[in-house]
């Protein structure tokens, strides 16, 4: 049909329209982000197809973005030689959201009660719909670059309905005019549009044009010397590719031909890890490019699931273009980027925690909870110990708030001492009061200090540390073969008075213990329980009782 048709939004969409052009928000501007990133993820999406050898309607001579301002008609045109749409796309994009950054905004909204939405959009980023926060009309001509599509124009005012026509003479790509409200004129102004494409898009992979002038700067950060690039790039950068706001505490600018092609710059965020984050299901905040051309979004795998906290781009020319993104998923190539990266991450990590102590410290108290994740999941020894080096633990032979790590540990061990030994308690002064290290500290054994219910089973599983094994000092109290001398000590039992007092508690605790036995360690204490093997997990059973309400 010719016709121009008539559609609804979906009842989401009409939602989220409503709170965008009413919530009067201060940042009108990042409506601009919002459409150069669409126009730029359609040309990657075209660059694409081309490069798997799909053909597409003219060629790609042109990746570019136009952009056109017109104060006269109040007008700002953002056009770009992309995938483009065809009719079904326009309906299901354009009229549906479907995107989880609306989706993620308006679930905020509604459980957030009274949240500031202001504050919200900022965050998400509210797509196309953003273009209604300063235009009365929205034009979209757009036209597939698949062979034999036809050309059509969306429009709407933003207000519940929108219409589709067919449309000849469209450039293949799409063409979307804002026709801007009166109190919006400055979007038709060229500086205003050159200085906020400086804010938020610079580095956008496509050139872009504000009336025939190129506005960006489009050499990729991770291609460049990492001597070349200065901190204030990075931070822009970061922000840019991990959708954040704050800054990154390390920069990891890493290059390498061998084993595998690879240039990447990954960032430790400053700010501290959500909730969010910490769940496993996170999605992950790393591009993955190949010679400049995006292959993936948010790419799952090209970093071990405990690395998820890092944002950042991984580019290698290894990856073969043809290949789907299915099997991207867990192709040998992937899985040997992962492994090193993973090699390349933790070992910058660890250099962090020997020349900046400090600030290592801070991030292990931030981080530190991926880590322990990474020793639990991964499969082998090497692997384990290769991680545990940048755990860190409170420690007897240090103060209050100075932590340290098992290689430390080790550098300070005695000739004497085979085992490294910790101790698992609620906090400081329960771990310094405990019978279990009493005796060690009298012995001047260093014994590590962990306060949360997993340390202890990331210590189990770890087993062992550079060959000596981690054991708890509940465990090392029971081993206790020290023979007691009876005769020495000065008003104590006497042998028959123990042999009594023992067999008495095994008749009282029958059924419940084991066994019974005297021990010299002790001095403050008059007995302690030492329980076999889940020893050191009762810590934690014990306080996943306790959080059960
Ligand atoms: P998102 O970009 O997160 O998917 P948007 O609201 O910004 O959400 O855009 C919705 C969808 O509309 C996009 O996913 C895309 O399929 C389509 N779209 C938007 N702009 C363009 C464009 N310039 N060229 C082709 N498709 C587009
Ligand atoms: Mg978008």
């Keep these: 049909t010719n016709e121009p048709q008539a559609y609804e939004f979906q009842a989401e969409t009409r939602m989220l329209l409503d709170i965008v052009a009413k919530s009067l928000y201060s940042e009108k501007e990042v409506f601009v982000r919002e459409l150069i990133s669409n126009a730029s ?62 989706k993620a905004f308006i679930q905020q909204l509604q459980e957030g009660g009274g949240a500031d939405p202001q504050s919200i959009i900022g965050q998400f980023g509210v797509g196309f719909y953003s273009a209604f926060m ?68 610079s580095f956008i992979g496509s050139p872009i044009e504000v009336n025939g002038e190129q506005a960006n700067n489009i050499k990729p950060i991770w291609l460049m010397d990492p001597k070349e690039v200065s901190p204030d790039q990075h931070d822009e950068f970061y922000r840019y590719v991990g959708s954040a706001y704050d800054k990154p505490r390390f920069v990891l600018h890493y290059r390498t031909d061998a084993p595998v092609d690879l240039r990447c710059v990954l960032y430790v965020p400053e700010g501290k890890p959500g909730l969010f984050d910490l769940n496993r299901d996170a999605e992950s905040s790393v591009s993955l490019y190949c ?43 992937i899985r040997r980027l992962r492994t090193v990266i ?25 981080y530190g909870i991926f880590i322990k994740e990474g020793i639990l999941s991964s499969q082998e020894q090497v692997e384990k110990e290769e991680i545990a080096k940048l755990i860190m633990y409170d420690s007897s032979a240090k103060p209050i708030g100075e932590k340290v790590t098992l290689p430390e540990y080790i550098g300070r061990m005695t000739d004497n001492q085979k085992d490294i030994y910790y101790l698992a308690a609620p906090s400081r002064e329960l771990a310094e009061s405990s019978p279990y290290f009493e005796a060690l500290k009298k012995r001047n054994v260093e014994v590590l200090f962990c306060y949360e219910p997993y340390d202890e089973v990331v210590l189990m599983q770890l087993q062992e540390f550079g060959n000596r094994k981690i054991i708890s000092v509940e ?10 001398d ?52 009762r810590h934690f059973v014990r306080t996943q009782f306790t959080q059960i309400p």
């Excluded at 795998?301 to 990856?319: A, C, M, Q, T, Y």
Aim: charged share 30%; net charge negative.
């Design 134 to 201: 300063v235009a009365e009309k929205v034009e979209v001509f757009t036209k597939s670059r698949l062979p034999g599509s036809i050309g059509y124009i969306w429009a709407s005012d933003g207000c519940g309905k929108y219409t589709v026509e067919e449309c000849q003479n469209v450039e293949p790509g799409t063409k979307i005019i804002c026709h801007l409200k009166v109190e919006n004129r400055e979007f038709a102004d060229e500086q205003t549009i050159k200085d906020v494409i400086k804010k938020y898009s």
């Design 342 to 366: 993973q090699n390349r991450v933790v070992r910058f990590l660890f250099d962090k925690s020997r020349k900046d102590a400090e600030s290592y410290s801070k991030f292990f108290t931030d």
């Design 475 to 484: 465990k090392e109290m029971r081993q206790d073969k020290d023979a007691v």
């Design 41 to 102: 993820d359609a040309i990657e999406k075209a660059r694409y197809l081309a490069l798997q050898g799909k053909e597409l309607d003219s060629s790609e001579a042109d990746m570019k973005i136009h952009i056109t301002t017109d104060k006269y008609d109040k007008t700002l045109t953002i056009q770009d030689s992309g995938i483009g749409m065809s009719r079904e796309e326009l309906i299901d994009n354009l009229g549906t959201i479907a995107r989880s950054g609306s």
């Design 486 to 537: 009876y005769e020495g000590a000065e008003g104590g039992l006497r042998r028959s008075q123990a042999n009594e007092l023992m067999d008495w508690l095994k008749t009282v605790l029958s059924g419940r213990c084991w066994g019974v036995k005297a021990t010299p360690r002790l001095e403050s204490h008059p007995c302690v329980i030492t329980v076999e093997e889940m020893g050191a997990a």
């Design 291 to 333: 010679r400049r051309v995006l292959i993936m979004n948010k790419a799952e795998n090209v970093l071990p699931k405990w690395l998820r906290f890092l944002k950042g781009v991984v580019d290698s020319e290894d990856i073969p273009l043809n290949l789907s993104r299915e099997l991207l998923q867990d192709s040998a190539l």
